[in-house]
């Protein structure tokens, strides 16, 4: 099957629990992965992997997409249309025979039973790996009998990890088997090296923090998700999510540093992709950022990434990978830089922003300047991220230190 020409060279390839990936970006379950004609634009826009859309043996209620969308900053959705068993086998099947992607199939079931014939029928489909949605919250839980656990539920447990994780790879030793977990309660790294320790060779990461709930319109009182009467609680996309990634995968990557980590969440950019390596990521796979700006976008990632480690005379993301890591440190033993801001005053538009910052008593504009008394600056590093101009330097700026 022809490849389109994509930024694919050796360097970004992902050797994901020995299945290759041609690209260094998957894309993840969800609206993108739905249909057959989406996965072919993810294979036109140089994906190396796709995981399909989150299958049941049969959805446990009727369910549609609906969101509240704050553009680059976060897609909140309670309720998205789930493939049957049925559905999930024939996009898999039909994945396979035409795109050259890496298929994950993303499942959840209750019960052993349902792990294992979900398991099995997409293995028969053709998946290249099987990824065990343990990061869904959007489950009523209720559905499927009480006591039953599926989705993000399984992650407030080590030991129904475990269970399943190893249940699932004794009976399937042929197929990579990665759980996506999501770290939504204080027994994260506990899952995570439950999740190693049951033998799975991955994990995917996903930093979403518990669901949350749209704003209300003051107006009309009601919240903010068109086209629903009423509101639930829904998972948490897009870039609010990206430092909670960043954070869960330091926690996987401490907690059982032999498992290979995928990462998503808040991932818009190929920067993104090279902070989640630094925090001990291998992979990373994206959803909102293409929801909201395209296809072109993960063409934009990857060849930002094949730029970067060429710039960089780097071999790739293990190049990067545990940098960031290395520096954790507990607040209390943080060696802080007394450094202060400065101004660039070439650069200043004398807008007048800086001074407006409620803590901060150390900026003034004098002649249509922004001016930093170094005796109030407490260097807490708020102002600069405010600045239209990039006028605001701090030490990590290479222009802090030309006296500008
Ligand atoms: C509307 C929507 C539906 C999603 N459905 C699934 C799903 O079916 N299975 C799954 O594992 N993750 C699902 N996700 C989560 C994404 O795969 C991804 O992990 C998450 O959105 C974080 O990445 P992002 O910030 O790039 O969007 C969904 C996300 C969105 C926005
Ligand atoms: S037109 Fe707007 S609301 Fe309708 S599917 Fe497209 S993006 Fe969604
Ligand atoms: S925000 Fe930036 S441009 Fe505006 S006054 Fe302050 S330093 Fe100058």
Same mark, same amino acid.
């Not at 990634?245 to 926690?251: F, G, K, M, P, Q």
């Not at 520096?327 to 943080?334: A, D, K, M, N, R």
């Given at each position: ?13 992902? /050797? ?290 094949? /730029? ?97």
């Amino acid at each position: 099957m022809s490849r389109p020409s994509c930024p694919d060279g050796p360097r970004l390839c992902w /050797d994901a629990c020995g299945m290759k990936l041609h690209g260094p970006l998957t894309v993840a379950s969800g609206p993108l992965t739905s249909k057959l004609s989406l996965l072919k634009k993810a294979a036109e826009a140089c994906a190396g992997a796709a995981s399909l859309k989150l299958t049941f043996i049969t959805p446990p209620f009727h369910a549609e997409m609906r969101s509240f969308s704050v553009h680059d900053h976060v897609i909140l959705s309670p309720t998205e249309k789930r493939l049957a068993l049925h559905e999930g086998v024939e996009l898999c099947r039909s994945a396979k025979r035409e795109t050259a992607l890496a298929i994950w199939a993303n499942f959840t079931g209750a019960g052993a039973d349902e792990w294992f014939r979900l398991s099995e029928a997409f293995i028969d489909a053709g998946a290249d790996g099987l990824e065990l949605n343990f990061c869904c919250p959007n489950l009523d839980t209720s559905s499927s009998g009480p006591g039953v656990r599926h989705g993000a539920a399984i992650c407030t447990s080590p030991e129904l990890t475990a269970k399943i994780v190893r249940d699932v790879r004794r009976r399937f030793t042929q197929i990579p088997v990665m759980p996506k977990i999501v770290n939504n309660t204080h027994l994260f790294r506990d899952v995570a090296a439950a999740a190693a320790d049951a033998g799975a060779p991955a994990v995917h990461v996903v930093g979403q923090p518990v669901s949350g709930a749209p704003p209300v319109n003051p107006d009309t009182l009601k919240p903010l998700l068109p086209f629903a009467e009423g509101v639930s609680f829904g998972s948490t996309n897009g870039s609010v999510c990206l430092c909670n990634t960043l954070r869960s995968v330091a926690e996987v990557r401490s907690a059982a540093p032999a498992l290979q980590v995928m990462a998503s969440g808040g991932i818009t950019r190929w920067e993104d992709c090279v902070s989640a390596y630094a925090y001990g990521a291998d992979a990373a796979a994206v959803c909102s950022a293409v929801m909201w700006h395209g296809w072109e976008r993960l063409k934009i990632i990857s060849r930002g990434l094949e /730029d970067y480690f060429r710039r960089k005379g780097m071999s790739g993301p293990e190049a990067v990978r545990d940098t960031a890591l290395k520096l954790l440190t507990p607040p209390s033993e943080l060696k802080l830089n007394p450094a202060r801001a400065r101004i660039d005053e070439n650069a200043c538009v004398g807008c007048g922003k800086c001074a407006k910052v409620g803590h901060c008593e150390a900026i003034t504009l004098v002649d249509r300047k922004a001016r930093v008394d170094e005796t109030a600056c407490i260097s807490c590093g708020v102002c600069r991220s405010l600045c239209p101009a990039d006028a605001i330097l701090y030490d990590d700026d290479p222009r802090y230190g030309s006296g500008k």
